[in-house]
């Protein structure tokens, strides 16, 4: 069994900084793509940003050049530092991922419980 575990969410003033970190628990093998997604009180989930197996990168236009996904080596946490944040930012922040683990057994869609992010002065 795999587990997404968010961490990091925090109050965080306007122009600052935040790391969010999204770590696997379990037999896992590999991290096929994992994704940031956000749900703002009274509006749809929406997505962040993604990184792939490959290390490819990509962002919602909201968060470009602001926002920085990254994963560790040993695939098994991936991070999204966020920078120059700003009140629209403020949202619950959850990982979602495909992942293998080391039977090779995929397991698509997975997801994480959450974590707050507050952007207020």
């Known amino acids: 069994q795999l587990h997404l575990v968010e961490s990091g969410g925090d109050l965080v003033q306007p122009g600052g900084s935040l790391r969010l970190s999204c770590t696997v628990s379990g037999n896992i093998f590999a991290i096929h793509v994992m994704n940031w997604y956000r749900q703002a009180p009274g509006k749809q989930r929406e997505w962040v940003a993604s990184i792939t197996r490959r290390g490819t990168k990509t962002y919602a236009d909201s968060v470009k050049g602001r926002f920085t996904i990254s994963g560790d080596d040993a695939e098994t946490m991936v991070g999204l530092q966020m920078n120059n944040v700003k009140p629209e930012d403020t949202a619950v922040y959850y990982c979602?991922?495909?992942?293998?683990?080391?039977?090779?057994?995929?397991?698509?869609?997975?997801w994480g419980q959450g974590t707050q992010v507050t952007v207020s002065s």
């Open positions: 979602n991922g495909d992942l293998v683990d080391t039977l090779g057994i995929l397991h698509a869609d997975q």
